[in-house]
């Protein structure tokens, strides 16, 4: 069974920009139950569709399968809106993978990090450039920003 862990971070500072031109991803929800959500994504000239089981702790189901660019811009057509713009940054450090997203459209201003481990309990080096752990706060899913987007957030 496929599995993911992940952790996930608020980013403090740009001092992780190293450079990397990003890719742009535009990605949409057809079910959105935590359940069972369906994603489509859109990550520069590829496509995907995800199926993810519920979460428990940092780990969840995850099912990801690649589909024509084509039938990806036919299902977002379809799915809950608004939609999740972002750009992808992929920063390496200390031997690890860390994926920085800048959010765009109607969550613009978020920037996350995260780290996918191969263990809940595998240690983390977290980057200086690396804020709080928001793991465990729902707010930040993706699934959870179509519907709460951050520049609605009572933010202070």
């Not at 707010?139 to 957030?153: G, I, K, M, S």
Request: charged share 30%; hydrophobic share 35%; net charge negative.
């Amino acid at each position: 069974m496929a599995k993911e862990i992940e952790r996930k971070f608020l980013v403090a500072d740009d001092s992780w920009r190293s450079g990397s031109p990003g890719c742009r991803y535009i990605q949409g929800y057809l079910s959105r139950d935590p359940e069972r959500m369906v994603r489509v994504r859109q990550a520069g000239t590829s496509a995907f569709i995800t199926i993810k089981g519920i979460t428990r702790g940092t780990t969840r189901q995850e099912f990801e399968y690649p589909i024509p660019l084509s039938d990806a811009e036919a299902l977002i057509k379809l799915c809950l809106r608004p939609l999740i713009e972002k750009t992808r940054y992929v920063v390496e450090y200390r031997g690890k993978r860390w994926e920085v997203d800048e959010f765009h459209g109607d969550n613009e201003g978020l920037v996350l990090a995260e780290i996918e481990l191969a263990r809940e309990d595998e240690p983390v080096d977290v980057p200086p450039w690396i804020g709080e752990e928001v793991s465990h706060d729902a707010r930040y899913f993706n699934a959870n920003l179509v519907e709460h987007p951050y520049t609605r957030w009572n933010i202070k």
